[in-house]
């Protein structure tokens, strides 16, 4: 399991982005990471183990600036979120659920040159292959759309564009939730809307299967 969090601020994110990540501890125990954008698109990605999350990414409050942020607390070893270069710019991603064919999709993308950095337990980080699938598109809409149609399995997406754009997508089998939240003409989007009350957001919407806002 995993659970993902997204805001856009008019100020600074990184307490939102910090304690609405946060609120999503008890989905997973393995690693979680933040990415955040100021003068640029900088992450952060830690192996959780035995540790709390608070504990391994209070430092963060000090050290990332921006107004739009990811973040992800996630039950497998899979390094995200993950920033890639493509031709619509830099983004970053994080990914929540299962692709349960990402081998077939890697290997189609290996045959046609493509190659992969991240690696976890030998395998390759779906993350990383649902960036590449995004990455072949002309924009990020459709490269989404593309993703949904390719993956077999049930997976949610966040996407953190250069420009400051959030993408938020919700799994075409509705099997993940995400719910968007706004407060004072800032935006959220998290797996557990849970994380909105202390945080001040009132919840507006939560995303149909297969929707992308």
Not at 102 to 119: D, N, P, T, Y
Not at 172 to 179: E, N
């Amino acid at each position: 399991m995993s659970g993902i969090f997204g805001v856009v601020n008019q100020s600074d994110c990184i307490m939102d982005l910090f304690h609405g990540t946060d609120y999503h501890s008890h989905m997973g125990a393995e690693r979680a990471g933040l990415a955040v954008l100021g003068d640029s698109l900088k992450q952060e990605i830690h192996k959780l183990g035995s540790e709390q999350f608070r504990g391994k990414f209070y430092h963060t409050l000090l050290e990332l600036k921006g107004n739009q942020g990811l973040g992800v607390i996630s039950g497998v070893r899979e390094s995200q979120p993950l920033i890639v270069g493509s031709k619509m710019g830099v983004f970053a991603l994080v990914l929540m659920g299962l692709i349960t064919n990402a081998e077939k999709i890697a290997q189609s993308l290996q045959s046609r040159g493509h190659v992969f950095s991240e690696m976890s337990d030998g395998k390759i980080n779906s993350v990383e292959i649902a960036a590449k699938v995004i990455a072949q598109e002309e924009n990020y809409l459709v490269g989404i759309q593309s993703l949904f149609e390719q993956i077999e399995g049930s997976a949610s997406v966040m996407l953190l564009a250069q420009d400051g754009q959030i993408y938020a997508a919700r799994d075409k089998h509705g099997r993940t939730p995400l719910a968007v939240g706004v407060r004072d003409g800032s935006i959220a989007v998290a797996s557990e809307s849970c994380s909105f009350p202390n945080l001040g957001y009132d919840i507006v919407n939560f995303l149909k299967p297969g929707e992308i806002d």
